[in-house]
């Protein structure tokens, strides 16, 4: 069998002495023997050895006499500097993993405990590595002189190879080993006690595979392909503005709407473009939380109410579909055809001849599915409004640029439509509105120039309204909250919106309002940077929900909240128990975060966060707190072995169909068929795997796995992912998967996927 191996290095010194000796003298090993990349070497292998010493597991104590004799060799062949540095690194990395878990390994010399065998097995290998690389060095030096003679250039190439050999095994070591200690995979205390918990599995890309499908049989219905969870009535997580807050963005927005921007165009001189703008833009604050969503579902509300909302995309990054880009467009006027008839009309005869114009390049998706169709129509379309939410959130940051030059581009064309677009200011998104075309048409609403107290004033609303609820429900004394304690709390809030929202469903839970409120308001607020009221929200929710966790149940939060903000496209309560088994239910975990998750009563409902934020918090060192910090790319590692274990459950004809060779579309209710024996977490290994190894660490174990899907099961992937209207997806994953393994230190020799 074929296997994945060390790359071989390339950076070779001259000639060998010591257990390779010299025929020649040369006084490049001199050098480095006194080179501080050496001496570093030679100090992180005393402390390697000091370490072995305290915690004599069995093999790792004569693997390390094995990496001595390399070091030997390294210095009598003049070694790459570079290759040293990245030695010493890695030694450095184990030796400082080690002695942080020296008082559980010291357990397992003194009987008091059991090295796991998993644990074992790890250190055999690498030590094993060790020893092989020192045995093959000593083979080098045995050799006959005039052989050594002869051969000088390629035995330092070769004991090379063999440093490269020891800093992978070191590497590999140390990222199993840190997976294993982070998410609990071993069954010993040492290193946490749940193999249950052992390796991560991400699920339900319910949509890309299944999205292509759909689109494919809407075509040939003459249906323009469209997410179907982009409309504002879509997303049950979505809130309209209290009321009485958020007055004026609102009266300016209903003043905007009801006019029909027949003036014409003003100049650049004048400030006011509200009663003529085609565009209403709405901004925040680079960070999220100050209401923008909220304030476009309000406005949806009001129009839908009104017959003037023609159509609405929501971008969200945890729904594959509505972070598409090339998404928004056909979505758009897919709702413009229902919204009205004539462009409907219009959209399916461009379809019947020119289906493929729905998978257009997004500045083409503008003319032919916007602009023709709307000449067409003429006077048929009413004046209206579309609404595009959170335009930062498209997965490729980059395709917000060509999505607002492509509006700039026709804009003058697109009337009666007006647009309501509301994002955070990224510096992509800015510049596109200032092409002339576009800042001319215009208005712009800024909420972080809105003046403070009228800020304040909102969430003092909010959650004055809110406390006073929660009152009602625990049946509180009537003087609570007292006022000062409101201000209080609006005051932490820093015109974040999505903090008095996180604020009041933290004081509501837990039977404890009372209680829940001193300690909110018992954090300093002075000389606080920004976000720091948010993260102490978000810590405070997560000390509440788990006060001591033990190292099982933080390893289980962890990989529970890890896979929710790392995958691709949301999965429901059910889909996440069948998939991550964990050793408790997961909804038990989650019920304990419903200030920061949303979890659907419908199990077939996908798990939400409850804003971007949480997300921002848990991924982001020195704002999350341990143990809940998400390490990305760890978890990228154990999703892609995750995947990968999945993907090995895959057998030829996996749908059982009597006869493989016949057509989908002539096969009776095929979209029951595959949802009966593909199910959603299949789906997601099928299409994530290479994406998930991609952002990943690579490690003998994930390699191993791999190797054993190219051998295996590659041909099953390739067969399932052609039963998901997906082939084209199988060469993007393998060419992403052996592009990322070609950039690594350690490649491709023989491995299947080349």
Same mark, same amino acid.
């Given at each position: 069998?074929?296997?994945?191996?060390?790359?071989?290095?390339?950076?070779?010194?001259?000639?060998?002495?010591?257990?390779?000796?010299?025929?020649?003298?040369?006084?490049?090993?001199?050098?480095?023997?006194?080179?501080?990349?050496?001496?570093?070497?030679?100090?992180?292998?005393?402390?390697?050895?000091?370490?072995?010493?305290?915690?004599?597991?069995? %093999?790792?104590?004569? %693997?390390?006499?094995?990496?001595?004799?390399?070091?030997?060799?390294?210095?009598?062949?003049?070694?790459?500097?570079?290759?040293?540095?990245?030695?010493?690194?890695?030694?450095?990395?184990?030796?400082?993993?080690?002695?942080?878990?020296?008082?559980?390994?010291?357990?397992?010399?003194?009987?008091?405990?059991?090295?796991?065998?998993?644990?074992?097995?790890?250190?055999?290998?690498?030590?094993?590595?060790?020893?092989?690389?020192?045995?093959?060095?000593?083979?080098?030096?045995?050799?006959?002189?005039?052989?050594?003679?002869?051969?000088?250039?390629?035995?330092?190439?070769?004991?090379?190879?063999?440093?490269?050999?020891?800093?992978?095994?070191?590497?590999?070591?140390?990222?199993?080993?840190?997976?294993?200690?982070?998410?609990?995979?071993?069954?010993?205390?040492?290193?946490?006690?749940?193999?249950? &918990?052992?390796?991560?599995?991400?699920?339900?890309?319910?949509?890309?595979?299944?999205?292509?499908?759909?689109?494919?049989?809407?075509?040939?219905?003459?249906?323009?392909?469209?997410?179907?969870?982009?409309?504002?009535?879509?997303?049950?997580?979505?809130?309209?503005?209290?009321?009485?807050?958020?007055?004026?963005?609102?009266?300016?927005?209903?003043?905007?709407? &009801?006019?029909?921007?027949?003036?014409?165009?003003?100049?650049?001189?004048?400030?006011?473009?509200?009663?003529?703008?085609?565009?209403?833009?709405?901004?925040?604050? %680079?960070?999220?939380?100050?209401?923008?969503?909220?304030?476009?579902?309000?406005?949806?509300?009001?129009?839908?109410?009104?017959?003037?909302?023609?159509?609405?995309?929501?971008?969200?990054?945890?729904?594959?579909?509505?972070?598409?880009?090339?998404?928004?467009?056909?979505?758009?006027?897919?709702?413009?055809?229902?919204?009205?008839?004539?462009?409907?009309?219009?959209?399916?005869?461009?379809?019947?001849?020119?289906?493929?114009?729905?998978?257009?390049?997004?500045?083409?998706?503008?003319?032919?599915?916007?602009?023709?169709?709307?000449?067409?129509?003429?006077?048929?379309?009413?004046?209206?409004?579309?609404?595009?939410? &959170?335009?930062?959130?498209?997965?490729?940051? %980059?395709?917000?640029?060509?999505?607002?030059?492509?509006?700039?581009?026709?804009?003058?064309?697109?009337?009666?439509?007006?647009?309501?677009?509301?994002?955070?200011?990224?510096?992509?998104?800015?510049?596109?509105?200032?092409?002339?075309?576009?800042?001319?048409?215009?208005?712009?609403?800024?909420?972080?120039?809105?003046?403070?107290?009228?800020?304040?004033?909102?969430?003092?609303?909010?959650?004055?309204?809110?406390?006073?609820?929660?009152?009602?429900?625990?049946?509180?004394?009537?003087?609570?909250?007292?006022?000062?304690?409101?201000?209080?709390?609006?005051?932490?809030?820093?015109?974040?919106?999505?903090?008095?929202?996180?604020?009041?469903?933290?004081?509501?839970?837990?039977?404890?309002?009372?209680?829940?409120?001193?300690?909110?308001?018992?954090?300093?607020?002075?000389?606080?940077?920004?976000?720091?009221?948010?993260?102490?929200?978000?810590?405070?929710?997560?000390?509440?929900?788990?006060?001591?966790?033990?190292?099982?149940?933080?390893?289980?939060?962890?990989?529970?909240?890890?896979?929710?903000?790392?995958?691709?496209?949301?999965?429901?309560?059910?889909?996440?128990?069948?998939?991550?088994?964990?050793?408790?239910?997961?909804?038990?975990?989650?019920?304990?975060?419903?200030?920061?998750?949303?979890?659907?009563?419908?199990?077939?409902?996908?798990?939400?966060?409850?804003?971007?934020?949480?997300?921002?918090?848990?991924?982001?060192?020195?704002?999350?707190?341990?143990?809940?910090?998400?390490?990305?790319?760890?978890?990228?590692?154990?999703?892609?072995?995750?995947?990968?274990?999945?993907?090995?459950?895959?057998?030829?004809?996996?749908?059982?169909?009597?006869?493989?060779?016949?057509?989908?579309?002539?096969?009776?209710?095929?979209?029951?068929?595959?949802?009966?024996?593909?199910?959603?977490?299949?789906?997601?290994?099928?299409?994530?795997?290479?994406?998930?190894?991609?952002?990943?660490?690579?490690?003998?174990?994930?390699?191993?796995?791999?190797?054993?899907?190219?051998?295996?099961?590659?041909?099953?992937?390739?067969?399932?992912?052609?039963?998901?209207?997906?082939?084209?997806?199988?060469?993007?994953?393998?060419?992403?998967?052996?592009?990322?393994?070609?950039?690594?230190?350690?490649?491709?020799?023989?491995?299947?996927?080349?």
């Amino acid at each position: 069998m074929h296997k994945i191996k060390p790359q071989k290095s390339q950076g070779a010194g001259s000639s060998p002495s010591g257990p390779i000796t010299a025929p020649v003298a040369n006084k490049e090993p001199f050098y480095l023997a006194k080179s501080p990349a050496f001496a570093a070497l030679q100090t992180s292998v005393k402390g390697l050895h000091e370490v072995a010493d305290k915690i004599p597991v069995p %093999g790792l104590k004569e %693997g390390t006499k094995g990496l001595t004799f390399v070091l030997d060799a390294m210095q009598k062949t003049s070694q790459n500097t570079s290759d040293v540095d990245s030695l010493t690194k890695r030694i450095q990395e184990l030796s400082e993993m080690l002695s942080q878990a020296t008082s559980v390994l010291e357990g397992v010399a003194s009987g008091g405990t059991q090295l796991s065998d998993r644990m074992q097995a790890r250190i055999d290998r690498m030590s094993k590595a060790w020893t092989d690389s020192a045995q093959k060095v000593k083979d080098l030096g045995a050799k006959p002189y005039m052989k050594r003679l002869m051969a000088h250039d390629g035995d330092a190439r070769a004991v090379a190879d063999q440093v490269a050999a020891v800093t992978w095994a070191i590497r590999s070591f140390t990222v199993d080993s840190l997976i294993a200690i982070e998410y609990a995979l071993d069954d010993t205390r040492n290193f946490v006690q749940q193999s249950s &918990a052992r390796i991560e599995t991400k699920v339900d890309d319910i949509l890309v595979g299944q999205q292509i499908m759909v689109m494919k049989q809407d075509l040939a219905r003459g249906v323009l392909p469209h997410a179907v969870r982009a409309p504002y009535y879509c997303n049950d997580k979505l809130r309209q503005c209290y009321p009485g807050t958020r007055v004026d963005v609102l009266a300016r927005l209903a003043e905007w709407a &009801a006019h029909s921007g027949a003036a014409p165009v003003p100049d650049d001189s004048d400030p006011s473009k509200l009663l003529t703008a085609r565009v209403f833009w709405i901004n925040g604050p %680079g960070s999220a939380g100050t209401g923008k969503t909220t304030i476009a579902y309000t406005m949806a509300l009001i129009l839908d109410a009104e017959h003037k909302l023609a159509a609405s995309f929501f971008c969200s990054r945890d729904v594959l579909e509505c972070s598409d880009p090339k998404l928004i467009f056909p979505t758009i006027a897919y709702q413009l055809g229902q919204f009205c008839p004539a462009f409907g009309r219009e959209i399916s005869a461009l379809l019947a001849l020119s289906p493929d114009e729905a998978f257009s390049v997004v500045p083409r998706q503008v003319e032919k599915l916007l602009v023709e169709p709307l000449r067409a129509v003429k006077d048929q379309m009413p004046p209206c409004i579309v609404i595009i939410d &959170a335009l930062d959130e498209c997965r490729d940051g %980059g395709a917000t640029s060509i999505i607002l030059s492509s509006l700039a581009m026709h804009i003058s064309e697109l009337s009666p439509i007006k647009f309501l677009i509301t994002s955070r200011p990224e510096l992509h998104v800015m510049n596109a509105f200032k092409v002339a075309q576009l800042d001319k048409v215009t208005q712009r609403y800024i909420l972080h120039h809105v003046e403070p107290q009228v800020v304040e004033a909102d969430i003092y609303k909010f959650l004055n309204h809110k406390l006073q609820m929660i009152r009602e429900t625990y049946s509180l004394d009537d003087r609570w909250p007292s006022m000062k304690d409101v201000e209080a709390l609006t005051k932490m809030a820093s015109g974040l919106f999505v903090f008095a929202v996180t604020a009041g469903l933290l004081i509501q839970e837990y039977d404890d309002p009372e209680g829940q409120m001193k300690k909110l308001l018992s954090y300093s607020q002075s000389d606080k940077p920004s976000y720091r009221e948010l993260d102490q929200l978000y810590i405070q929710v997560l000390n509440a929900a788990f006060p001591s966790p033990s190292l099982e149940l933080a390893s289980r939060v962890r990989l529970i909240l890890g896979s929710i903000v790392l995958l691709r496209d949301p999965l429901s309560v059910a889909d996440l128990n069948n998939l991550l088994k964990v050793s408790a239910p997961i909804d038990t975990t989650l019920k304990r975060l419903q200030s920061v998750i949303i979890i659907p009563e419908q199990h077939s409902k996908p798990v939400q966060l409850l804003h971007p934020t949480f997300y921002e918090f848990l991924v982001t060192p020195g704002r999350c707190i341990e143990p809940f910090l998400i390490r990305v790319d760890r978890h990228h590692t154990l999703l892609a072995q995750s995947c990968l274990d999945v993907l090995s459950t895959l057998t030829k004809n996996i749908c059982n169909l009597s006869d493989p060779w016949t057509l989908h579309e002539d096969l009776e209710d095929f979209a029951t068929i595959i949802r009966e024996n593909i199910p959603s977490f299949l789906k997601y290994a099928c299409y994530n795997w290479a994406y998930h190894m991609s952002q990943g660490l690579l490690s003998d174990t994930l390699l191993e796995k791999l190797d054993h899907f190219c051998q295996n099961h590659l041909l099953h992937w390739v067969e399932t992912c052609s039963l998901l209207g997906d082939l084209h997806g199988t060469t993007v994953a393998l060419k992403l998967a052996q592009s990322h393994l070609s950039v690594c230190h350690m490649a491709l020799s023989y491995c299947n996927i080349c």
